[in-house]
């Protein structure tokens, strides 16, 4: 005789006799890798925002430390940099030779906000010089390959954006 499926077969399997019918076993086993992939992606996403939040704060922590090879640790090859200094898209070389001297100026970064959405983030912070004035500045960034492929300034409070010109 053949077996019909009913489905009421299963609750009367499972909660009477103990035993799940094994088209339940089936289905929970279906349901179980449809799950899979949703919390691996779930990881996935988190390991990148954390990712993003220790690559920005390793960057900066090469300014705090005026040591450039943590700064271009963090960096991609084709790296660009844009800012209303006026600079637009420059290459690394250049960011190094117009930019990294500003390092000397800087003691402290205090992040008010790292905010990532997929291979990109943007950042808020304050920096204290090493005569004790402030500034905030706000930043895009993009990220390719665990490293900081652009960074896009944007110059805050009373338009200072960088040390020398911080009052």
Known sequence: ????????????????????????????LFMKLLLLPVIFCGITAFAKAQDADKIIRTYFSGYEKKDWSIVA???????????????????????????????QFIKKV?????IQDGNSAFVIYNITTTDNKHLRNTEYYTFNNGKIRSIECFFGGTGAGYPTNAR
């Open 73 to 103: 640790s963090q960096l991609a090859d084709d790296f660009t940099f844009t800012s209303p200094a006026p600079d637009d898209h420059i290459p690394l070389a250049v960011y190094k030779t117009k930019c990294w001297p500003q390092s």
């Open 1 to 28: 005789m053949k077996r019909q499926f009913k489905p009421y077969m299963i609750k009367k399997n499972l909660f009477l006799y103990g035993k799940p019918d094994s088209g339940c076993l089936t289905i929970k």
């Open 110 to 114: 205090d992040f008010v906000k790292i």
